[in-house]
């Protein structure tokens, strides 16, 4: 995406912010998002410092591996979130783990399409491998034994 700011939230996604930014990480070269459908709040009153969304992808003609759904995960707007976020670096350690280390450890994550942080915004956001059918962990509830397990 280049010099373009980051969004602070789903609601700024566009078809040509994603076109670039998946074009930017070699995930599609000869397509273009024409448009998508989008689920905003996927993790609402669970994913308190940052904002989720499911997102369905349209293209303009097939590629091959280019994903037909991702997660896109963006800064909090509670500012007083936000703020605890900032301090504890929260959203830098996060893009940190994808770029720097997720592919050097034995656990499964989420293959990683975009990845940016500006340290001057805090902003951040990450495009992810949609790991359907997995769900949200609520992290007040937290989880049963058997969820546990997988």
């Not at 980051?6 to 998946?22: D, H, R, S």
């Not at 904002?51 to 303009?60: E, F, G, K, N, R």
């Not at 707007?77 to 703020?83: A, D, F, I, L, T």
């Not at 770029?99 to 656990?107: C, G």
């Given at each position: 995406m280049g010099t373009t700011p980051?969004?602070?939230?789903?609601?700024?996604?566009?078809?040509?912010?994603?076109?670039?930014?998946?074009?930017?990480?070699g995930t599609i070269r000869d397509s273009s998002v024409t448009s998508f459908d989008m689920k905003p709040d996927i993790a609402a009153g669970t994913g308190f410092m940052?904002?989720?969304?499911?997102?369905?992808?349209?293209?303009?003609?097939?590629?091959?591996?280019?994903?037909?759904?991702l997660i896109a995960k963006f800064p909090t707007?509670?500012?007083?979130?936000?703020?605890v976020a900032e301090i504890f670096r929260f959203y830098q350690v996060e893009t940190s783990f994808y770029?720097?280390?997720?592919?050097?450890?034995?656990?499964r994550t989420p293959r990683v399409y975009y990845n940016a942080y500006d340290p001057a915004s805090g902003d951040f956001v990450l495009l992810i491998e949609d790991l359907a059918p997995a769900t949200c962990g609520d992290q007040v509830e937290g989880c049963t034994a058997e969820q546990a397990e997988l």
């Open positions: 980051l969004p602070k939230g789903p609601e700024e996604l566009t078809p040509a912010l994603l076109t670039a930014a998946l074009r930017s990480t940052g904002q989720l969304a499911h997102v369905t992808l349209h293209y303009d003609g097939p590629e091959e591996g280019a994903p037909r759904t707007p509670v500012p007083e979130n936000r703020q770029r720097e280390i997720a592919s050097q450890v034995e656990l």
